[in-house]
């Protein structure tokens, strides 16, 4: 405890006496957390995007003209016993051509010399979200398929694929990004403790011939690290947050819809960046000091 | 409580010290001199592990500082309080903070470290120059403010390495009677000078170092 105290006695005056480089590293920390946030949040809102319209997504079964009352009860049993299934939508072949005629609206005419019933009665299925991935889907699909009394499944399987893409690789380029930003902190924080280190050089030395375990030399400059960290990620929330409100407020007057595209960041992400910003600085800090050698 | 047995120490190529073999009790207060560059402060070192010997073995304290591990020798240090040629203040601290440097490494509390500084400073006489930096010192009193970081956290061995070399002899006596001081209440202390006027007469013992050998080792 004792080592704490002083190792933070020796952060604060130090805090003070290098005040502007510790601002500067403290706003260049802040900037570059900023910068990772607003890629999470604004892949978070693409991502919720995207979720919002795969909850429509579907399956159309199409049935076989010459099905049985039997086999059509038991599929529609077997879709409404899956866990994977959402919803089940039965479309009798009469109900289809009044839709198809509804659809058409005043097109409609060029049903009017059909002799019979063309269209095929059917199943609508929705998939639980989890299972929204082309992969899964086309499973599913093909499982489904195999079933007696199924002539046909259609769904957008392009479509689908098309935005499990865009998702996925607004995913990895947060990941990539990300990264190189964090690395970028852990450099800027690297440089700046090793400056210090270099500064106290004397007085390390000192200390070390005086007794001081490597743990007494480290600790006042992983707390420095932990310190830049925390504060620059506190900035860095509070900037974001400020932003979002702000701008989501003026941007609403004028353009409602945009709302819909606009989520704000679950609280625990504000949590997340000054934490993320102090275990980042303080690996900095720690390779900055290096292996102590008596 | 320091015991060399063979030691050699080179540095590069060049041979140091060859095969030394001296032991100081506890309790003594010796002298080791010899030339410039004889390898005196390279002796002392050896004793604190700044400097490792290429072979031989060292025993101080009851340590064996061969079987040393890196990680150990900050206690070992802790044991051994070093009055620096060079004085090794720390210019943005006070006289009362370099002080207690050496108590803070161990850990202990303010109002200890409060209480145990301003007695040593007392000894020192230097009570009234506990709120200043070091630059505004004299020699003399700079080189008190190392014996009183040195003696501070009581150790059981005392090094000081030339620590009259910068000071006039009358400041010089006042040094050698703060060392005769701490000697008196156990502590082992050992001297290495090249002042001739520092152990004559004392009745210690005096370690000649010639030739990178002990060549005799005689009562000063």
Known sequence: ?294 | MIEFSKVTKYYEDDVILKDLTFTIDKGELAFITGPSGAGKSTLLKMIYCDERPDSGQIIVAGWDLGMLKQKTIPFLRRNVGIVFQDFRLLLNKTVFDNVALALRVHYLNAQSIRDDVNAVLKEVKLSHKAGTYPAHLSGGEQQRVVIARAMVAKPTVLLADEPTGNLDIDNSKKIMALFREINARGTTVLIATHSRGLYHGTGRRVFFIKDHQIEKDVIG
Do not use: C
Not at chain 1, 51 to 68: E, H, M, P, S
Not at chain 1, 80 to 103: F, G, M, P, R
Not at chain 1, 143 to 149: K, L, W
Not at chain 1, 207 to 227: D, H, N, V
């Open chain 1, 1 to 294: 405890m004792k080592i704490v105290t002083y190792s933070i006695q020796t952060v604060m005056k130090s805090f003070w006496r290098e005040k502007w480089i510790n601002l500067l590293t403290i706003l260049s920390i802040s900037i570059g957390l900023s910068l990772v946030t607003t890629f999470i949040m604004i892949t978070f809102n693409m991502d919720s995007v995207i979720q919002r319209w795969a909850k429509n997504f579907g399956l159309v079964v199409y049935l076989n003209d010459n099905i049985t009352n039997e086999e059509e009860k038991t599929l529609e049993r077997r879709f409404s016993q899956d866990v994977e299934i959402a919803e089940v939508k039965y479309i009798s072949k009469e109900l289809a051509l009044k839709e198809l005629h509804a659809t058409l609206g005043e097109n409609a005419l060029i049903l009017k010399g059909l002799q019979e019933n063309p269209l095929p009665s059917s199943f609508e299925l929705r998939l639980k979200s989890s299972l929204l991935k082309p992969e899964l889907v086309k499973h599913k699909a093909e499982q489904i398929e195999t079933m007696a009394g199924v002539e046909e499944i259609q769904y957008g399987e392009k479509w689908l694929s098309s935005l499990y893409t865009i998702s996925k690789s607004m995913k990895l380029g947060a990941i990539v990004i990300g990264g190189a930003i964090f690395i970028a902190i852990t450099f800027i924080t690297y440089s700046t403790i090793k400056i210090y280190f270099y500064r106290r050089k004397d007085e390390i030395e000192t200390l070390k011939l005086l007794g001081a375990t490597r743990g007494f030399i480290r600790l006042p400059f992983l707390l420095e690290g932990l310190f830049m960290g925390i504060l620059g990620g506190v900035i860095s929330s509070l900037a974001i947050y400020g932003i979002y409100s702000f701008t989501s407020l003026k941007v609403v007057e004028f353009l409602p819809s945009i709302k819909l595209f606009m989520a704000s960041l679950p609280v625990q992400v504000y949590i997340l960046v000054p934490l993320a910003g102090a275990a980042v600085s303080v690996i900095g800090s720690f390779i900055a000091v290096g292996k102590i050698r008596y």
